[in-house]
């Protein structure tokens, strides 16, 4: 070990141990989840106590808020639990701002897509998830679109899901994110935005560690795509450091969105499962990082990806 090793080992071992700051910022996370349903396509969403969900969730959202977060992105897609009603309860209790989605999710398999996303032209699926936006759905405006692909080469049925989206991001200036099987996936999603003449500034290629080859990280974020890393967890810290620290040596960590798609409630499961908690980053990882890296990847990215603001 060379010495400047040593302190680098020193500095990051006093990080770990100490209980963090809150960061001199506010900032935002992008892809988290309150509640997840696996069980199979349930819209509305049911078979579970609202109340419960609320109760668990409530102190991990109140955890981050003290350490600056304010906003808050739930990323669970319609027909997988998506539930306004609960987040917004949430919202108003712990003071974050907690945005919903719109969307579908063709990724496992299609087996959580609707019989009518199969029957359903791309522009119809997309003129749906307009009035979502235009409407709310129960009381909510969806602040993002939310959609889900297999692994490359892509099935016709994701493609389809993917350009519905794009035309979507079109009509309502939404940012696209996408759940991603793989490098060659995200690719060809990257391929259907550039056909449809969409800013790649509003797609953002969702659990990007998945791929390992950092070349396809490379190659979305040159041609203007969001590369997310959000599948940070203690057992995952090194990964996605190095995926961050690949990004920033090739002067591309203005297009990298961090986070760790934690929680959640999982009706069916006892107790609604292992919650995952979303203070994690806060506490184990961005301590880690370059002090001057943390604002542009919690704070400024997000708002560039993502519009509003944040106070
Ligand atoms: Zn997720």
Redesign the pocket.
């Known amino acids: 070990m060379t010495r400047r090793e040593f302190l680098a080992s020193l500095a990051s071992a006093s990080a770990a141990a100490l209980p963090a700051a809150p960061l001199p910022f506010h900032s935002v996370l992008v892809?988290e989840?309150v509640l997840v349903d696996f069980r199979g396509p349930t819209t509305p969403p049911g078979g579970y106590d609202p109340d419960v969900v609320f109760t668990i969730a409530k102190p991990h959202l109140d955890a981050v808020y003290k350490l600056g977060c304010r906003r808050f992105q739930d990323?669970t897609p319609n027909y997988l639990g998506r539930n306004p009603r609960l987040l917004a309860r949430l919202a108003d209790a712990t003071g974050l701002e907690i945005w919903t989605n719109t969307g579908l999710y063709a990724a496992r398999n299609h087996q959580f897509l609707p019989d009518f996303a199969k029957a359903e032209s791309a522009g119809q699926l997309a003129k749906r998830w307009v009035a979502e936006w235009k409407n709310g759905v129960d009381g909510m405006k969806p602040k993002f679109v939310k959609i889900g692909v297999n692994r490359g080469p892509l099935p016709e049925l994701d493609k389809k899901i993917v350009r519905a989206a794009a035309l979507c991001s079109k009509d309502t200036g939404l940012t696209v994110v996408s759940?991603t099987g793989n490098g060659v996936a995200a690719m060809e999603e990257i391929e259907i935005f550039q056909k449809e003449r969409v800013d790649l500034a509003k797609f953002v290629w969702v659990h990007a560690g998945v791929e390992k080859d950092h070349q396809f990280h490379q190659r979305a974020a040159k041609a203007g795509a969001w590369v997310e890393f959000d599948s940070i967890s203690p057992a995952a810290l090194a990964w996605h450091k190095e995926c961050v620290e690949y990004m920033a040596g090739q002067n591309l960590l203005s297009r990298v969105l961090i986070s760790q798609?934690a929680g959640y409630y999982r009706p069916g499961e006892p107790g609604g499962g292992k919650f995952r908690p979303y203070s994690v980053i806060y506490e184990q990882f961005l301590p880690t990082l370059k002090a001057e890296w943390r604002k542009t990847l919690m704070l400024d990215n997000p708002l560039l990806a993502f519009g509003g603001s944040i106070l």
């Open positions: 892809h989840h990323c759940h798609d």
